[in-house]
């Protein structure tokens, strides 16, 4: 059945519009908030980091208990709390009583609670859609991510001019309202969430069975893997793609075109997610990376080594469907293979090397070999990260050919 059809996908597609495009106002509104009350950088870097580390602090802590509730009720509550957090920073600059630790706090308990959010879509989207449609499904869900992040960050200087920093955060507050309100409205679902097997055994144990299930099944183990890596070459991409369009592409300061690369890795998210449905009719999950890393890795070598911006706008944004295709086909592969009871342990510590891990390292590593060797050193990490993902992908191809049939 066409997913249009479908009325619990369609509410719950609209709320992640909705949120969506709430939370990449507050993308842009959060650090300009906090440089203006603060004038620290340090602050603002601070803040940035506080988005990221709860995927390390809470990874599998979200997974468990997101299999042993009621993953509809767990997103609504989620949601609701976020808009509160979210809605506390126009208070209390309206009372004149915010702080740097205020803005830091809230951060890091929104990023926190979109992970347990997320904990519970993992087992929510196949209840909803069924896994015949995952792919389909997924496709969607993150093609309009990529639509919403576009156009939220270009709102964003408008809105912040017109109701200050502080007053964009109450806009954000209430898309999360909203997204709480359809999904609450998705009331038609394949299978219920909390397998009884998940809430006799304890804690501890529940999530030891997520961690077994994902290292013992080989090749969600190695897509898992390649994820990570794939992770790491976005980290270094977006960390070091300012730095690049300066000294290599000769975009300096203000210049609108350092607006279209990043719009380009973006946009090239929109192509990706149309080209996996019809990719995955076609491949399974696991030949599909066959092809989707090693053209991955080419136009990563094209980016870096090109000093012409409008090579480098093409090749990102082809670079950047291919990072998305590799992206959604592991998460929907694992989603088709994980039990039911088993969805948000299994999928939110893939997430929790991927974003957690991946991302920041790395940025971390980009922007380390950039300071000893030069920008274009420094974004072939990315290179090297997806070259060595194919190189993994291939590896294990091979081995499985050669394997003895018994």
Wanted: proline content about 4%.
């Amino acid at each position: 059945m066409p997913l249009r059809r479908l009325p619990g996908f369609r509410w719950f597609w609209t709320s992640r519009a909705v949120s969506g495009l709430g939370s990449a106002v507050t993308a842009v509104a959060l650090p300009v908030l906090t440089f203006q009350e603060t004038r620290s950088p340090l602050l603002v870097s601070l803040v940035a980091a506080a988005g990221t580390l709860p995927y390390v602090v809470f990874g599998l802590i979200a997974g468990a208990v997101a299999d042993r509730t009621d993953r509809r009720r767990l997103m609504i509550a989620t949601d609701w709390l976020n808009a509160a957090c979210l809605a506390s920073v126009p208070l209390a600059a309206s009372l004149g009583a915010l702080t740097a630790g205020h803005l830091l706090t809230v951060a890091f308990a929104s990023a926190a609670l979109g992970l347990f959010f997320d904990a519970g879509v993992y087992g929510f989207v196949p209840d909803v859609v069924g896994k015949d449609d995952l792919a389909a499904a997924n496709s969607v869900l993150y093609g309009t991510e990529t639509v919403v992040r576009i156009a939220g960050n270009a709102l964003a200087g408008g809105l912040i001019l017109l109701l200050r920093p502080a007053g964009t955060l109450a806009l954000d507050g209430l898309s999360f309202a909203v997204s709480a309100l359809l999904i609450r409205a998705v009331s038609r679902t394949a299978g219920r969430p909390g397998a009884p097997a998940a809430r006799r055994t304890g804690f501890r144990e529940s999530v030891g069975e997520g961690l077994r299930f994902l290292l013992g099944h080989p090749t969600l183990r190695v897509m898992t893997l390649v994820g990570t890596l794939q992770s790491f070459s976005g980290g270094a991409i977006v960390g070091q793609l300012a730095v690049f369009a300066d000294r290599v592409l000769g975009i300096h300061g203000t210049d609108g075109r350092i607006g279209l690369l990043y719009m380009a890795w973006s946009a090239g998210g929109i192509g990706g997610s149309v080209l996996l449905p019809r990719l995955r009719r076609r491949f399974a999950a696991f030949p599909l990376l066959l092809g989707v890393l090693p053209a991955g890795a080419v136009l990563g070598l094209v980016v870096v080594r090109t000093s012409d911006w409008r090579v480098a706008l093409l090749a990102l944004a082809a670079w950047g469907s291919a990072y998305l295709v590799v992206l959604v086909n592991t998460m929907t592969y694992s989603q088709e293979v994980t039990p039911p009871g088993l969805q948000g342990r299994v999928n939110t510590t893939r997430r929790m090397l991927s974003s957690g891990l991946g991302v920041p390292l790395g940025a971390l590593v980009a922007g380390a070999l950039t300071v000893r060797a030069g920008v274009q050193a420094g974004m072939s990490t990315a290179v090297v990260a997806i070259a060595l993902a194919a190189a993994v992908v291939w590896g294990v191809h091979a081995r499985r050919r050669t394997r003895p049939r018994s």
